[in-house]
């Protein structure tokens, strides 16, 4: 009865809207700012890089909550077979292989009706306090009101959800490009940079035209602090990483970042934009840009463009160059044995020895002590490396577990 009393409301202003009742939000805003093509004026279907579903169609869903900064608003592809399914179809897929999305429709086949949609941090639920509006058409700039989400999809095709009929309904604009967030995590970090109990990765993303996926670059920094700014952590990699240059003005606004030799300044058309969340998937712009408030777990990246900058895509993760490291007398005054080895591992050394660190070949922590014999007959067979600390040294050797 509530949901008939609303349509009533809406009845004059319904003929110009046509038969999209299908849910809503506040204002909209035309700010597109993912983009795997940073010269683009605006995005389309290259920029979608999350597909769900099998087949050889493809059609394209816009999902636009309608935030007031306007950057709350997702595309991914679907890809099908057949000419039975529907817009209802596509948010299944989705549902079914974007972890962080949900929906809820009332109704029957054929019937369906959008109630809510919920992605990350995002919601838009029906009737609290609006209903969503349902839009399609030729590319994501050219989409009108549709009939609802009973729709059948057609290769090719765009279709847009936008949350809001108030004070009218607002054709869905894409934005972001959806991610996955199983795309990355912080298992994937195997070595760190910094010391302490809390952690965070750091991402740098160049955004080149032509090599997108191998510019963008992660790290991992341990923190003992509860908190730490965005602008210490990329200033303390700078000084631990020796590949890395970060530039700030006298204002202290991120100028030039310099990695490796691949090198973007900032200029009147294209700079650093900050993002933070805690996964690929809910990456959102932070407000305070570098100065944001890093808290244990999240994820800071800065990608480099104008407005259809896209955000920081999956990294390749930086290996913490000490891992490296290997003092000359050290090496020559160290012998590890038996190797390979059964029960436990001996160090011969007549240095003082701080720390000894055992990871596996992903890089993960398994084991650790100060003795210069230990027992490794838990650890699973297979290869191993065993990192020593001496003083301001560090060496790494291999071994065998049998």
């Known amino acids: 009865m509530k949901r008939i009393t609303f349509l009533f409301a809406f009845l004059f202003s319904i003929t110009l809207v046509g038969q999209g009742l299908s849910n809503f939000s506040q204002t909209n805003f ?5 983009a795997h093509n940073t010269n683009e ?3 389309d279907e ?7 579903g099998e087949g050889e169609q493809t059609a394209y869903v816009v999902i636009d909550f309608r935030a007031e900064d306007g950057l709350a608003s997702f595309a991914w592809g679907v890809d ?6 529907t817009v209802y179809d596509a948010l299944v897929k989705i549902e079914e292989e974007d972890p962080n999305f949900t929906f809820e429709a009332s109704g029957s086949s054929g019937s369906y009706f959008l109630d809510d949609i919920y992605y990350n941090n995002f919601a838009g639920e029906a009737g609290v306090p609006d209903w969503w509006s349902t839009w399609s058409g030729s590319s994501p700039e050219d989409l009108e009101m549709s009939g609802g989400i009973n729709d059948p999809l057609q290769n090719q095709e765009w279709y847009g959800l936008s949350y809001g009929f108030s004070p009218e309904p607002m054709q869905p604009q894409f934005v972001y490009a959806a991610y996955n967030s ?11 940079f910094g010391e302490g109990e809390n952690q965070t990765v750091i991402t740098i993303d160049f955004v080149d035209d032509e090599e997108a996926e191998e510019v963008t670059f992660a790290w991992g920094l341990k923190f003992e602090e509860e908190t730490i700014s965005a602008k210490h952590a990329l200033e303390f990699l700078a000084d631990a990483d020796e590949n890395l240059t970060i530039t700030f003005n006298d204002a202290d606004e991120l100028i030039t970042v310099n990695y490796n030799g691949i090198e973007k300044t900032a200029n009147a058309t294209e700079s650093w934009h900050s993002f933070i969340g805690t996964n690929l998937s809910d990456y959102a712009l932070a407000e305070e840009g570098i100065f944001e408030i890093l808290e244990n777990d999240d994820m800071f990246g800065i990608s480099f463009g104008g407005e259809n900058v896209r955000r920081p895509f999956i990294p390749t993760v930086v290996e913490n160059p000490d891992m490296g490291i290997v003092d000359v007398e050290l090496e020559t005054a160290v012998k590890i044995w038996p190797n390979p080895t059964v029960d436990k591992l001996h160090i011969e ?7 000894i660190f055992v990871f596996d070949m992903q890089g993960r922590k398994v084991l650790e002590s100060r003795s210069k014999t230990f027992e490794v007959n838990k650890l699973p067979s297979g ?20």
């Not at 290869?383 to 049998?402: A, E, G, R, V």
């Open 46 to 52: 290259e920029d979608v890089v999350f597909y769900v």
């Open 41 to 43: 004026t605006s995005l």
């Open 349 to 355: 050394t007549a240095a003082e020895i701080q720390n």
């Open 182 to 192: 199983d795309w990355f995590d912080f298992e994937e970090v195997e070595t760190w």
């Open 30 to 34: 035309n700010h597109p700012k993912t």
């Open 80 to 85: 099908f077979d057949g000419d039975d399914l």
């Open 383 to 402: 290869n191993y490396f065993l990192q020593i600390q001496s003083d301001n040294t560090m060496l790494t050797k291999q071994f065998t577990k049998q």
